[in-house]
Every structure is written in C-alpha cells, then in structure tokens.
C-alpha cells in the first residue's frame, strides 16, 4: 500500500508544472534580470557560451523569437557560460543580439536549472513555472509551437 502511494504521489509530481526558484543574473548593461520582473510573460532562459558552434547556430532563431514577442508575450535572456566578459560584449554586438544577455558560471546557472551541456534551455510559463528544459538546440518555430500548444 505505501508502495503505491509513493507511486502515485511521485506521478502527480511529475505531472504538475514545477515552480521556479527565484533566480538573478546581471546583464552585460548592469541591469538585474529576475524571473519575477517577467509576470505574464513566457521566459526562456539560454545558456550558451562563445565558442559553442551549436549554440551560435541557435542565435540568430533566438534574436528573432525574442523581437517578435518581447513587447508582447515572451522575453528570452541569453547566459553565457565558460566565457569572458569581453568575448561575450563582442559576440552580443557582432550578432546584433537584442535580448538581455549576462555572463556567469555553473554555479549561478544552478539558481535555475542543472546545465551538462550547452546550448541548455529552460521555459517558464507567464505564472513562472517551469514547462519546458532543452539540452541541445532550440528553433524559434519549436519554442512558438510549445507555447501555442500551451494556450
């Protein structure tokens, strides 16, 4: 009986969306960017790094997910792992990267999420729960079709 009832209980943890653990990295302008200042709007948060050639493929698909929705229903905030400050502010301004990008290290990612491999994505829901994790890249049609399944 109590077997079962771990059962069920672990099930039902799997089935409901987790809540996020409040997080905070400084972007590349100084400006806190918290989950929470994001109510109402679908989140992605992008760990990536400069030397990463999948994620460099990625970018361009984010930079447009993100233009096409920031004013509306979805922000995408770009953290860059094992590189340096001054590799990521050439690489925002080469790509035209318009989302806010900040530049930290494995343990500040864990603020959100376990992170093996890069380009590792992570999607809250306008609530700010968790719905989504991606290792591995992502396309702007793949996010806009989760979310429009979502709604």
Not at 33 to 59: H, M
Not at 102 to 128: H, I, M, R
Request: net charge neutral; charged share 25%.
């Amino acid at each position: 009986m109590r077997g079962r009832l771990f059962v069920a209980v672990l099930s039902l943890c799997l089935v409901l969306p987790a809540m996020a653990q409040p997080f905070a990295f400084t972007d590349l302008k100084g400006k806190a960017q918290r989950l929470s200042d994001y109510k109402g709007k679908w989140v992605l948060v992008n760990f990536w790094a400069t030397w990463c050639p999948p994620c460099l493929e990625e970018i361009p698909d984010l930079v447009d997910l993100h233009e096409s929705h920031k004013r509306k229903d979805l922000v995408v905030i770009g953290v860059a792992l094992d590189s340096t400050e001054k590799s990521v502010r050439e690489f925002v301004a080469r790509f035209a990267i318009g989302y806010p990008v900040a530049v930290s290290d494995y343990d500040q990612a864990a603020q959100v999420g376990e992170v093996n491999v890069l380009p590792t994505s992570y999607l809250f829901n306008p609530k700010g729960e968790l719905v989504s994790y991606q290792e591995g890249t992502l396309t702007r049609g793949s996010v806009e079709s989760y979310i429009k399944s979502r709604q």
